[in-house]
């Protein structure tokens, strides 16, 4: 049985498999290319580059940012550490935490990584997404993911 929306958008079965299907072979082909050229993995590049972007980040905050557990989420920067891409100094308002900082290994990586990120992405949906299909698309996905976000919605209980 078809599930179809109520405004008449089509079968959400549907939807929900072209998003998953898709999500999960950009995602392959993504960590397939960072491999090959930076030996780190997608969802090392997605966590350096959020270090990056939002310094003194603590492992709370990547866990929440990706919707990860924590557990998983501190042993991806344990790794991360291991590697000397990311060092955990002490939190001065928070003994219990540490925040996170990218070494200059670390920077130097993910800058170099986010060019073949990319460069990969437009190969693989820059054609299918240009013109004026990418704006639509990207408000859309936009918005649910904000509504998601906003309720708590497929948040990792631990």
Not at 21 to 50: K, M, P, W
Not at 79 to 96: A, F, T
Not at 99 to 125: H, M, N, P, Q
Request: hydrophobic share 40%.
């Amino acid at each position: 049985m078809a599930y179809k929306s109520n405004d008449g958008a089509g079968d959400l079965v549907g939807l929900f498999a072209d998003l998953v299907r898709c999500e999960t072979r950009l995602y392959n082909a993504l960590n397939d290319r960072l491999r090959e050229r930076h030996g780190i993995v997608a969802s090392q590049f997605e966590f350096l580059r959020h270090l990056r972007d939002h310094p003194g980040s603590r492992v709370a905050d990547l866990a929440a940012e990706f919707a990860v557990g924590i557990g998983a989420t501190s042993k991806g920067v344990d790794r991360l550490e291991r590697q000397g891409w990311v060092l955990r100094q002490p939190n001065p308002s928070d003994r219990r935490s540490s925040l996170l900082a990218l070494t200059g290994e670390g920077s130097t990586l993910v800058d170099a990584a986010e060019a073949t990120f990319a460069e990969r992405l437009t190969e693989l949906i820059g054609d299918t997404l240009g013109g004026s299909a990418m704006p639509a698309v990207a408000q859309a996905l936009s918005r649910l993911r904000s509504l998601l976000e906003r309720d708590q919605i497929g948040m990792p209980t631990g």
